[in-house]
C-alpha cells in the first residue's frame, strides 16, 4: 500500500533560520509528489509539485523541493524562514496506479518565532 | 470566481442524525473530492468523483454516502452520525488526474 511519512510533526525556528521538512513515501511506481501549505485559518493551497523533469522544483513564497528518487524522498527547504511562513505543511503523493487518490502524510506544524 | 465553497462551515449534530455537507466548484473541473482532516494524520480521502455521474470510494468511506449532482456540486451526506465522525471536511476539486487540487475552506463538524 502507499503510503507518506513526514517525519516531523511540529517544528519550531527563529525567523531567518534555514527549513527543511522530511517526506518520504511508500511505492514502487511512476509517483507524482506536492507539497501543500495551510495557514491558520486557511484552506490548503499548492506549495510546489512535481511531476517529471528537473527533480529540484521551485514553488511559490521562496520554497523548493528535492525528488531524489532513490531514497523515496521529496524534502521541502527555504533558506530563510518568516514569520508568515507559520502553517501547516503536507506532503502528498499521486501513484500512477492509484486511480484517483492523493495520500497524504500527517503533517508537520511549523511555528516561526518573530 | 470563488473557487470551491462548502456549507455550513461549522455544524454540531447529536449521534444518529443526517446532515448533507454541499460543495460546488466554478472552475469547471472534471475532478470532485471529500477529505477529512483528524489531528495528526492528515487528509483522508472519503470518496471521488472523476467526472459527472462517477464516484469512487477513497480510504475511509464507511458512514458517508456522496452525490455528484453535477459539473459544480459534490456533496457528501452522513446518514446516522457517530462521535467517530468528528472531523474537519473539506472538498477539492481538480481539472484532471493527477493535477493541483483546490481545496474549499472546510466544515468543522462536531458529533455529540
Known amino acids: 500500500a502507499q503510503s507518506v511519512s513526514q517525519h516531523n510533526h511540529h517544528v519550531i525556528l527563529s525567523e531567518a533560520a534555514s527549513l527543511e521538512l522530511g517526506c518520504n513515501y511508500s511505492y514502487g511506481g511512476t509517483v507524482n509528489l506536492f507539497w501543500y501549505v495551510q495557514y491558520p485559518g486557511q484552506h490548503l493551497q499548492l506549495l510546489l509539485k512535481y511531476f517529471s523533469g528537473d527533480p529540484l522544483v521551485k514553488g511559490i513564497k521562496g520554497f523548493e523541493a528535492e525528488f531524489i528518487k532513490s531514497k523515496f524522498s521529496f524534502n521541502l527547504r527555504k533558506p530563510s524562514v518568516q514569520w508568515s511562513d507559520t502553517a501547516e505543511y503536507f506532503c502528498a503523493i499521486y501513484g500512477s496506479s492509484n486511480t484517483g487518490k492523493l495520500i497524504f502524510g500527517q503533517g508537520t506544524t511549523l511555528q516561526v518565532k518573530p | 470566481n470563488a473557487g470551491v465553497t462548502q456549507t455550513p462551515k461549522f455544524q454540531v449534530l447529536k449521534t444518529g442524525q443526517s446532515m448533507t455537507l454541499q460543495c460546488a466548484q466554478d472552475m469547471n473541473h472534471n475532478s470532485m473530492y471529500w477529505y477529512r482532516q483528524d489531528p495528526g494524520m492528515g487528509l483522508r480521502l472519503i470518496y471521488y468523483?472523476?467526472?459527472?455521474?462517477?464516484?469512487d470510494k477513497g480510504e475511509v468511506p464507511n458512514g458517508y454516502n456522496v452525490s455528484r449532482l453535477n459539473k459544480r456540486e459534490f456533496s457528501l451526506r452522513l446518514e446516522s452520525a457517530a462521535p467517530s465522525q468528528t472531523s474537519v471536511y473539506f472538498c477539492a476539486s481538480s481539472e484532471e488526474r493527477p493535477d493541483t487540487q483546490y481545496f474549499g475552506p472546510g466544515t468543522r463538524l462536531t458529533v455529540l
Open positions: 468523483s472523476a467526472s459527472e455521474g462517477t464516484t
